[in-house]
Protein backbone atom coordinates (compact mmCIF):
# COMPACT_ATOMS: atom_id res chain seq x y z
CA UNK A 1 0.00 0.00 0.00
CA UNK A 2 1.31 3.63 -0.83
CA UNK A 3 0.74 5.96 1.79
CA UNK A 4 2.57 8.85 -0.27
CA UNK A 5 5.42 9.61 -2.58
CA UNK A 6 8.06 8.23 -0.09
CA UNK A 7 6.34 5.54 1.76
CA UNK A 8 5.17 2.09 1.57
CA UNK A 9 3.09 -0.01 4.06
CA UNK A 10 4.54 -3.86 3.63
CA UNK A 11 3.50 -6.72 5.96
CA UNK A 12 7.28 -6.01 7.53
CA UNK A 13 6.11 -2.52 8.72
CA UNK A 14 6.58 0.76 7.29
CA UNK A 15 9.41 1.36 4.52
CA UNK A 16 10.29 5.02 4.50
CA UNK A 17 12.48 6.81 1.97
CA UNK A 18 11.78 5.17 -1.21
CA UNK A 19 13.41 6.66 -4.08
CA UNK A 20 11.53 4.01 -6.45
CA UNK A 21 9.46 0.59 -6.59
CA UNK A 22 8.65 -1.96 -9.16
CA UNK A 23 5.41 -4.07 -9.11
CA UNK A 24 4.72 -8.24 -10.52
CA UNK A 25 2.71 -8.03 -13.69
CA UNK A 26 -0.76 -8.04 -11.33
CA UNK A 27 0.53 -5.19 -9.48
CA UNK A 28 1.78 -6.85 -6.34
CA UNK A 29 4.98 -5.32 -4.97
CA UNK A 30 8.68 -6.27 -6.90
CA UNK A 31 11.27 -4.46 -5.28
CA UNK A 32 11.82 -0.80 -3.35
CA UNK A 33 14.76 1.42 -3.69
CA UNK A 34 15.22 3.52 -0.44
CA UNK A 35 17.58 6.59 0.08
CA UNK A 36 17.04 6.47 3.93
CA UNK A 37 17.49 4.09 6.70
CA UNK A 38 15.18 1.19 7.48
CA UNK A 39 15.39 -2.32 9.61
CA UNK A 40 13.19 -5.45 8.03
CA UNK A 41 13.10 -8.03 11.03
CA UNK A 42 13.89 -11.64 9.17
CA UNK A 43 14.40 -15.44 10.20
CA UNK A 44 18.34 -13.68 9.77
CA UNK A 45 17.71 -10.87 12.03
CA UNK A 46 17.25 -7.54 12.03
CA UNK A 47 18.23 -6.64 8.66
CA UNK A 48 18.94 -2.23 7.68
CA UNK A 49 18.53 -2.42 3.57
CA UNK A 50 20.40 -0.77 1.25
CA UNK A 51 19.67 3.19 1.28
CA UNK A 52 23.08 5.14 0.27
CA UNK A 53 24.32 4.96 -3.56
CA UNK A 54 28.01 3.11 -3.33
CA UNK A 55 30.05 2.97 -6.66
CA UNK A 56 31.30 -0.34 -5.59
CA UNK A 57 27.87 -2.16 -5.09
CA UNK A 58 25.47 -3.43 -7.73
CA UNK A 59 22.03 -1.62 -9.07
CA UNK A 60 19.43 -3.34 -7.69
CA UNK A 61 16.41 -2.86 -5.70
CA UNK A 62 17.07 -2.50 -1.61
CA UNK A 63 14.13 -5.34 -0.80
CA UNK A 64 12.38 -7.37 -2.95
CA UNK A 65 9.29 -9.31 -2.26
CA UNK A 66 7.66 -12.12 -3.99
CA UNK A 67 3.54 -11.73 -5.22
CA UNK A 68 2.22 -13.04 -1.95
CA UNK A 69 4.27 -9.48 0.23
CA UNK A 70 7.01 -12.00 1.64
CA UNK A 71 10.54 -10.95 1.69
CA UNK A 72 12.88 -12.64 -0.67
CA UNK A 73 15.89 -9.94 -1.20
CA UNK A 74 17.65 -7.75 1.05
CA UNK A 75 20.75 -6.34 -0.17
CA UNK A 76 22.29 -4.69 3.18
CA UNK A 77 23.40 -1.19 3.53
CA UNK A 78 27.16 -2.60 4.57
CA UNK A 79 28.48 -6.13 5.69
CA UNK A 80 26.67 -7.01 8.54
CA UNK A 81 26.30 -10.39 10.84
CA UNK A 82 23.43 -12.63 10.05
CA UNK A 83 22.16 -16.38 11.69
CA UNK A 84 22.43 -18.72 9.60
CA UNK A 85 21.65 -22.54 10.60
CA UNK A 86 25.54 -22.90 10.72
CA UNK A 87 26.19 -19.70 13.08
CA UNK A 88 26.58 -15.95 11.98
CA UNK A 89 27.88 -15.32 8.76
CA UNK A 90 29.25 -12.06 7.37
CA UNK A 91 26.93 -10.97 4.22
CA UNK A 92 26.13 -7.93 1.83
CA UNK A 93 23.31 -10.05 0.30
CA UNK A 94 21.07 -11.84 1.80
CA UNK A 95 17.96 -13.97 -0.43
CA UNK A 96 14.95 -16.36 1.89
CA UNK A 97 12.34 -18.95 0.37
CA UNK A 98 8.85 -16.98 0.00
CA UNK A 99 7.95 -19.27 3.33
CA UNK A 100 10.58 -17.49 5.48
CA UNK A 101 13.89 -19.47 5.81
CA UNK A 102 17.17 -18.51 4.83
CA UNK A 103 17.73 -19.54 1.21
CA UNK A 104 21.22 -17.89 0.14
CA UNK A 105 23.64 -15.70 1.95
CA UNK A 106 26.46 -13.72 -0.27
CA UNK A 107 29.19 -12.57 1.56
CA UNK A 108 29.99 -9.75 -0.77
CA UNK A 109 28.03 -8.21 -3.57
CA UNK A 110 30.13 -5.89 -5.31
CA UNK A 111 30.30 -4.93 -8.67
CA UNK A 112 33.48 -5.49 -10.95
CA UNK A 113 34.34 -2.33 -13.30
CA UNK A 114 37.12 -0.42 -14.63
CA UNK A 115 37.46 1.45 -11.08
CA UNK A 116 37.17 -1.48 -8.81
CA UNK A 117 38.54 -5.27 -9.42
CA UNK A 118 37.93 -8.77 -8.48
CA UNK A 119 41.09 -7.91 -6.18
CA UNK A 120 39.57 -5.36 -4.63
CA UNK A 121 36.68 -7.23 -3.72
CA UNK A 122 38.74 -10.21 -2.72
CA UNK A 123 40.70 -7.99 -0.20
CA UNK A 124 37.18 -7.58 1.54
CA UNK A 125 36.56 -10.83 2.07
CA UNK A 126 37.45 -13.42 4.78
CA UNK A 127 38.80 -16.88 5.09
CA UNK A 128 36.42 -19.45 6.62
CA UNK A 129 36.27 -23.48 7.73
CA UNK A 130 33.93 -25.40 7.27
CA UNK A 131 33.63 -29.24 8.25
CA UNK A 132 31.12 -31.25 6.15
CA UNK A 133 31.76 -34.42 8.07
CA UNK A 134 33.33 -36.19 5.03
CA UNK A 135 35.56 -33.11 4.48
CA UNK A 136 37.01 -30.30 5.99
CA UNK A 137 38.20 -27.20 3.60
CA UNK A 138 39.18 -23.43 4.34
CA UNK A 139 38.76 -20.91 1.97
CA UNK A 140 37.07 -17.79 0.82
CA UNK A 141 33.45 -18.02 -0.43
CA UNK A 142 31.42 -16.54 -2.86
CA UNK A 143 28.11 -17.74 -0.93
CA UNK A 144 26.43 -20.34 0.67
CA UNK A 145 23.05 -21.83 -0.04
CA UNK A 146 20.84 -23.47 2.36
CA UNK A 147 17.52 -26.39 2.21
CA UNK A 148 14.74 -24.96 3.48
CA UNK A 149 15.42 -27.76 6.35
CA UNK A 150 18.77 -25.45 7.00
CA UNK A 151 20.48 -28.12 5.97
CA UNK A 152 23.64 -26.88 3.56
CA UNK A 153 23.07 -26.78 -0.05
CA UNK A 154 25.84 -25.71 -1.98
CA UNK A 155 29.00 -23.93 -0.80
CA UNK A 156 30.52 -21.80 -4.03
CA UNK A 157 33.98 -20.45 -3.73
CA UNK A 158 35.30 -17.24 -4.65
CA UNK A 159 37.16 -16.94 -8.07
CA UNK A 160 40.40 -17.99 -7.56
CA UNK A 161 40.09 -19.79 -4.66
CA UNK A 162 40.80 -23.87 -4.51
CA UNK A 163 39.25 -26.54 -2.25
CA UNK A 164 40.83 -30.08 -1.57
CA UNK A 165 37.23 -32.23 -1.35
CA UNK A 166 37.16 -35.94 -0.28
CA UNK A 167 34.97 -37.48 -2.34
CA UNK A 168 34.12 -41.45 -2.32
CA UNK A 169 36.71 -41.39 -5.39
CA UNK A 170 39.51 -39.99 -3.74
CA UNK A 171 40.52 -36.43 -3.35
CA UNK A 172 39.52 -33.76 -6.30
CA UNK A 173 40.51 -30.22 -6.06
CA UNK A 174 37.78 -27.91 -6.94
CA UNK A 175 37.46 -23.61 -8.48
CA UNK A 176 33.84 -23.41 -8.02
CA UNK A 177 32.82 -25.74 -4.86
CA UNK A 178 30.45 -28.25 -3.64
CA UNK A 179 27.05 -29.19 -3.80
CA UNK A 180 25.13 -31.31 -0.84
CA UNK A 181 22.14 -33.86 -0.21
CA UNK A 182 19.92 -32.46 2.29
CA UNK A 183 21.38 -35.72 4.30
CA UNK A 184 24.85 -33.91 4.26
CA UNK A 185 26.37 -36.39 1.90
CA UNK A 186 28.63 -35.10 -1.05
CA UNK A 187 26.16 -34.72 -4.34
CA UNK A 188 28.29 -32.89 -7.01
CA UNK A 189 31.79 -31.11 -7.08
CA UNK A 190 33.44 -29.36 -10.02
CA UNK A 191 36.92 -30.60 -10.71
CA UNK A 192 39.25 -27.83 -10.82
CA UNK A 193 41.72 -30.14 -13.59
CA UNK A 194 41.10 -33.69 -15.22
CA UNK A 195 41.01 -36.11 -12.81
CA UNK A 196 40.92 -40.08 -13.89
CA UNK A 197 37.80 -41.68 -12.21
CA UNK A 198 37.25 -45.40 -12.18
CA UNK A 199 33.29 -45.50 -13.95
CA UNK A 200 31.14 -48.49 -14.97
CA UNK A 201 32.30 -48.60 -18.43
CA UNK A 202 35.82 -47.80 -18.00
CA UNK A 203 38.56 -45.22 -16.44
CA UNK A 204 37.32 -41.61 -17.94
CA UNK A 205 38.70 -38.16 -17.09
CA UNK A 206 36.03 -35.80 -15.60
CA UNK A 207 36.78 -31.92 -16.36
CA UNK A 208 33.94 -29.64 -18.38
CA UNK A 209 35.86 -27.13 -19.68
CA UNK A 210 32.47 -24.99 -20.03
CA UNK A 211 31.84 -24.35 -16.30
CA UNK A 212 30.97 -21.46 -15.51
CA UNK A 213 31.57 -20.93 -11.71
CA UNK A 214 28.12 -19.08 -11.35
CA UNK A 215 27.50 -20.91 -8.33
CA UNK A 216 27.94 -24.70 -6.80
CA UNK A 217 24.56 -25.73 -6.96
CA UNK A 218 25.00 -28.32 -10.05
CA UNK A 219 28.39 -29.36 -10.98
CA UNK A 220 29.59 -31.78 -13.78
CA UNK A 221 30.92 -34.37 -11.33
CA UNK A 222 27.69 -35.86 -9.17
CA UNK A 223 27.52 -38.89 -6.75
CA UNK A 224 24.42 -41.18 -5.63
CA UNK A 225 23.88 -40.72 -1.68
CA UNK A 226 25.21 -43.73 -1.57
CA UNK A 227 28.60 -42.80 -3.28
CA UNK A 228 28.49 -44.10 -6.43
CA UNK A 229 29.19 -41.80 -9.65
CA UNK A 230 26.13 -40.60 -11.08
CA UNK A 231 27.54 -38.52 -13.70
CA UNK A 232 30.66 -36.45 -15.39
CA UNK A 233 31.73 -34.89 -18.19
CA UNK A 234 34.68 -35.63 -20.62
CA UNK A 235 37.07 -34.10 -22.66
CA UNK A 236 39.50 -36.15 -22.65
CA UNK A 237 38.09 -39.57 -23.93
CA UNK A 238 36.27 -41.53 -26.57
CA UNK A 239 34.02 -43.93 -25.93
CA UNK A 240 33.05 -46.91 -28.18
CA UNK A 241 29.90 -48.59 -27.41
CA UNK A 242 29.32 -52.14 -29.07
CA UNK A 243 25.13 -52.11 -28.73
CA UNK A 244 23.54 -55.37 -28.43
CA UNK A 245 22.50 -55.08 -31.81
CA UNK A 246 25.94 -55.45 -32.79
CA UNK A 247 26.42 -51.82 -33.72
CA UNK A 248 29.61 -50.13 -33.26
CA UNK A 249 28.75 -46.15 -32.16
CA UNK A 250 31.63 -43.80 -31.13
CA UNK A 251 30.96 -40.70 -28.76
CA UNK A 252 33.78 -38.35 -28.76
CA UNK A 253 33.88 -34.02 -27.21
CA UNK A 254 32.54 -31.48 -29.23
CA UNK A 255 35.24 -29.61 -31.23
CA UNK A 256 33.62 -25.97 -31.82
CA UNK A 257 35.49 -22.81 -32.88
CA UNK A 258 36.15 -20.91 -29.60
CA UNK A 259 33.54 -18.39 -28.94
CA UNK A 260 36.10 -15.15 -28.67
CA UNK A 261 38.17 -16.15 -31.73
CA UNK A 262 37.54 -17.18 -35.21
CA UNK A 263 40.81 -18.86 -35.78
CA UNK A 264 40.90 -21.14 -32.36
CA UNK A 265 39.06 -24.33 -32.00
CA UNK A 266 37.58 -25.10 -28.34
CA UNK A 267 36.51 -28.46 -26.77
CA UNK A 268 33.06 -29.05 -25.56
CA UNK A 269 33.20 -32.40 -23.24
CA UNK A 270 30.12 -35.71 -23.24
CA UNK A 271 28.04 -35.66 -20.62
CA UNK A 272 27.83 -39.91 -19.04
CA UNK A 273 25.38 -40.25 -16.40
CA UNK A 274 24.71 -43.44 -14.62
CA UNK A 275 21.51 -45.23 -13.60
CA UNK A 276 22.24 -47.69 -11.13
CA UNK A 277 18.91 -48.92 -10.11
CA UNK A 278 18.05 -49.82 -14.05
CA UNK A 279 21.84 -50.90 -14.60
CA UNK A 280 21.92 -48.38 -18.16
CA UNK A 281 24.36 -45.60 -18.88
CA UNK A 282 23.15 -42.42 -20.74
CA UNK A 283 26.08 -41.17 -22.97
CA UNK A 284 25.34 -38.00 -24.93
CA UNK A 285 21.69 -38.73 -24.44
CA UNK A 286 21.48 -42.24 -25.98
CA UNK A 287 20.73 -44.81 -23.73
CA UNK A 288 22.48 -48.44 -23.31
CA UNK A 289 22.21 -51.58 -21.13
CA UNK A 290 25.38 -51.81 -19.05
CA UNK A 291 25.27 -55.51 -19.19
CA UNK A 292 24.39 -56.27 -22.79
CA UNK A 293 26.55 -53.87 -24.23
CA UNK A 294 30.08 -53.73 -24.06
CA UNK A 295 32.57 -50.03 -24.03
CA UNK A 296 35.91 -49.37 -24.65
CA UNK A 297 37.75 -45.87 -24.24
CA UNK A 298 40.51 -44.31 -25.90
CA UNK A 299 42.39 -41.17 -25.40
CA UNK A 300 41.07 -38.07 -27.71
CA UNK A 301 43.57 -36.01 -29.04
CA UNK A 302 42.40 -32.12 -29.85
CA UNK A 303 42.90 -31.36 -33.00
CA UNK A 304 44.60 -27.49 -33.33
CA UNK A 305 44.16 -26.38 -29.89
CA UNK A 306 46.35 -23.57 -29.59
CA UNK A 307 46.51 -20.16 -27.61
CA UNK A 308 48.44 -17.32 -27.15
CA UNK A 309 50.45 -17.27 -23.24
CA UNK A 310 47.41 -14.27 -22.38
CA UNK A 311 44.82 -16.62 -22.71
CA UNK A 312 46.17 -19.32 -20.52
CA UNK A 313 44.70 -18.00 -16.90
CA UNK A 314 41.32 -18.12 -18.16
CA UNK A 315 40.40 -20.92 -20.65
CA UNK A 316 40.57 -24.69 -21.26
CA UNK A 317 41.74 -24.33 -24.76
CA UNK A 318 44.94 -26.69 -23.90
CA UNK A 319 45.15 -30.53 -22.80
CA UNK A 320 45.52 -29.96 -18.90
CA UNK A 321 47.39 -32.50 -17.08
CA UNK A 322 45.29 -35.48 -15.72
CA UNK A 323 45.58 -35.52 -12.01
CA UNK A 324 44.64 -39.26 -10.55
Not at 129 to 135: E, I, P, R, S, Y
Not at 239 to 254: A, F, G, L, N, R
Request: aromatic content about 8%; proline content about 6%; overall charge negative.
Amino acid sequence: MVLDRRTIQTPYGILGGVDSFTCHPKGELLGVKLSEKNMIVTQAGEMIPAYTEHSRRKKKPSVEFDKQGMVISVALEKQQEVHTPIGELPAELIKFYSTGELHRVFILDGQLSGFWTEEDEKNLNISLTFDLGFTEFQGMINGICFYKSGDIKSITLFPGEMAKILTPMGMVETKVGVSLYESGSLKSVEPADPVLLPTPIGRLTAYDPDQNGINADSNSLSFTESGEIKSLITCDHSIYVQTDEEEMKKYSPHVKVHPLYDDLLAVSGIQIEFLMETGEVIIDHDKYDLELCGFTIEPFARPGLHCSPSDCANCSLCNKSMTE
